[in-house]
């Protein structure tokens, strides 16, 4: 309608023609607002606990004209509130790799209820990305800087034909392991260690962003492993073995690095007490090859729960 046709605009046409839910509606916008918990001015600091298929993703980092989960979940906070926080990850999964519960952390000044972003966001993103909890939390809650310990899970099929609903999810290796052999390499990695000999070089990284990750810019490489073993499993498509690692921080595509060199010991190609000299060694080259991303798994993430506490 032209502009002199209706008259000057009331306050209120005025608001509904301005706000930000336009892309979903002023009266969705307004019910998904009403909560009178929440400020109308100001900030609240948000914690995310997500799952998802990394097989389609380049990672969960925001990259120039790639999907990323990142991008994903920052695209659906906007078009939901018309934000666009740049959602901080727990830890930066890689391309290719899954996660059963990250955590992303972000600020948004929407006083929108928990229960109504989680909704309006499972409806928005992709199928591949569900939210699994939507919580307010105190204002110091950092999903990365936050966190207590991590635990990484790799799966990998050992039948002879891996079937393809599974593929995405598995590393597919018909050769037969040495159980006993993976877990006395598995427990050489307990503890305190210099993993830098099971660290990428990352050559990719001049092609990322500059989003500061701790697990990435680190000034060292010593971290400190809780618990690391292998389990065998048995399910209907074949014989599993699943691989667990819990610790307080991982080096880029160390996990994958380290599975590389186990299945190098469970194949006979390195004795167990090998690790030892390999971790001392702090050269990438003394160590196996890179596992493939697809049987990783972000498995959980640890805090210690004060972020639920009033401020």
Avoid at 44 to 54: F, V
């Amino acid at each position: 309608m032209n502009k002199e046709a209706g008259g000057a605009k009331s306050a209120a046409e005025v608001t509904s023609v301005a706000a930000p839910a336009a892309a979903v509606g002023y009266s969705v916008m307004q019910r998904l607002m009403a909560d009178p918990m929440q400020p109308v001015t100001g900030t609240q600091t948000w914690k995310l606990t997500l799952a998802y298929d990394g097989t389609d993703f380049q990672g969960w980092q925001i990259q120039p004209g790639l999907p990323t989960v990142q991008g994903e979940l920052q695209a659906a906070l906007s078009r939901i509130v018309d934000e666009r926080p740049l959602p901080q990850g727990s830890g930066r999964t890689d391309a290719g790799v899954h996660a059963l519960a990250q955590v992303a952390s972000f600020a948004l000044r929407a006083p929108i209820p928990e229960e109504n972003l989680l909704r309006a966001l499972n409806r928005t993103l992709p199928a591949s990305i569900r939210i699994l909890e939507a919580r307010r939390v105190r204002s110091s809650f950092h999903a990365r800087h936050s966190a207590h310990a991590k635990t990484y899970e790799y799966r990998i099929f050992g039948g002879v034909l891996c079937p393809p609903f599974l593929a995405r999810y598995v590393y597919a290796y018909p050769r037969p392991l040495d159980l006993d052999a993976l877990q006395a390499a598995a427990r050489f990695f307990i503890g305190e260690h210099d993993f830098l000999s099971f660290a990428a070089t990352d050559p990719d990284l001049a092609h990322r962003t500059t989003e500061p990750e701790q697990d990435v810019t680190a000034p060292t490489a010593v971290r400190t492993i809780f618990a690391s073993a292998w389990e065998r499993q048995t399910a209907e498509a074949g014989p599993l073995l699943v691989y667990r690692v819990r610790g307080n921080g991982f080096l880029h595509h160390m996990v994958r690095n380290l599975v590389g060199t186990m299945i190098d010991v469970g194949r006979g190609f390195i004795a167990p007490d090998a690790i030892p000299k390999i971790l001392v060694s702090r050269d990438r080259s003394a160590a196996g090859p890179t596992a493939p991303a697809r049987g990783l798994f972000l498995h959980s993430v640890e805090y210690d729960g004060t972020e639920y506490d009033p401020k």
